[in-house]
């Protein structure tokens, strides 16, 4: 019976895709060397451990929206579900890798959007959550079916880089932010009413009436 351990090597932003996507190479390997796997129907959950890591001024500003003030963090920071994902594998035997792939969004009402926008630098601690079903061949020949258990899991540190570079890519100095669609009516009518040609005239003219600084 297979007893497969998982490990991240790196990850990549795919450059052509429908929409942001990461691509992690994951590295599986059988405890069993020589025994067939025929494929494997393969799923993970991906939470962000937040605790693991360590915030400047800067970031923890941002992190207000999610955990509150730093006095709060022992009982706000907690681990958080981020994504889940499913590949389908190819045979091997021992050891392959595997390009897992997984969706991304610049959604800012999407926790983890928040939690990635706040970071400058370093790395985002995640961990990986395994389950799934493998077909397999017994020694006997026979064609044999296993489960993988969720206990199955690894850890890996995701370079903020990577992910502000696939946003870069997918959405080149801007943010995507969804509205309400009574408060976009508004802000439309207010537009329109002004002859202002773009959203971003529109949301500095109202910033300035609130007498909130617009960077250049």
């Known amino acids: 019976m297979p007893d497969l351990s998982f490990q991240v090597e790196s990850v990549e932003a795919q450059q052509f895709a429908?929409?942001?996507?990461?691509?992690?190479k994951l590295r599986i390997t059988n405890a069993l060397p020589e025994e067939p796997i025929h494929t494997a129907i393969l799923r993970c959950q991906i939470r962000?451990?937040?605790?693991a890591r360590s915030y400047p001024p800067e970031s923890r500003e941002r992190l207000l929206d999610l955990f509150g003030t730093p006095d709060r963090w022992s009982q706000t920071l907690r681990s958080m579900l981020w994504t889940h994902t499913t590949v389908t594998m190819r045979a091997f035997a021992g050891t392959v890798l595997v390009d897992l792939p997984v969706p991304c969004t610049y959604d800012f009402n999407v926790a983890a959007t928040k939690y990635f926008h706040a970071l400058d630098d370093g790395e985002v601690p995640l961990v990986l959550l395994f389950s799934g079903?493998?077909?397999?061949?017994?020694?006997?020949?026979?064609?044999?079916?296993?489960?993988?258990?969720?206990?199955?899991?690894?850890?890996?540190?995701?370079?903020?880089?990577?992910w502000k570079k696939m946003m870069d890519l997918y959405y080149?100095?801007?943010?995507?932010?969804?509205?309400?669609?009574?408060?976009?009516?508004?802000?439309?009518?207010?537009?329109?009413?002004?002859?202002?040609?773009s959203w971003e005239?529109?949301?500095?003219?109202?910033?300035?009436?609130?007498?909130e600084p617009v960077k250049p």
Not at 18 to 24: E, K, V
Not at 48 to 51: D, K, Q
Not at 174 to 191: I, M
Request: charged share 25%; hydrophobic share 45%; net charge neutral.
């Open 172 to 197: 080149p100095s801007s943010a995507w932010l969804c509205l309400r669609k009574d408060v976009f009516d508004r802000l439309y009518r207010y537009k329109v009413g002004r002859g202002l040609p």
């Open 48 to 51: 962000i451990e937040p605790a």
């Open 201 to 211: 005239q529109a949301l500095e003219e109202l910033l300035v009436a609130a007498k």
């Open 18 to 24: 429908a929409a942001p996507l990461l691509i992690f």
């Open 133 to 162: 079903t493998v077909f397999y061949q017994a020694e006997e020949g026979a064609l044999q079916v296993a489960q993988i258990p969720w206990e199955k899991e690894t850890s890996y540190r995701l370079p903020v880089g990577v």
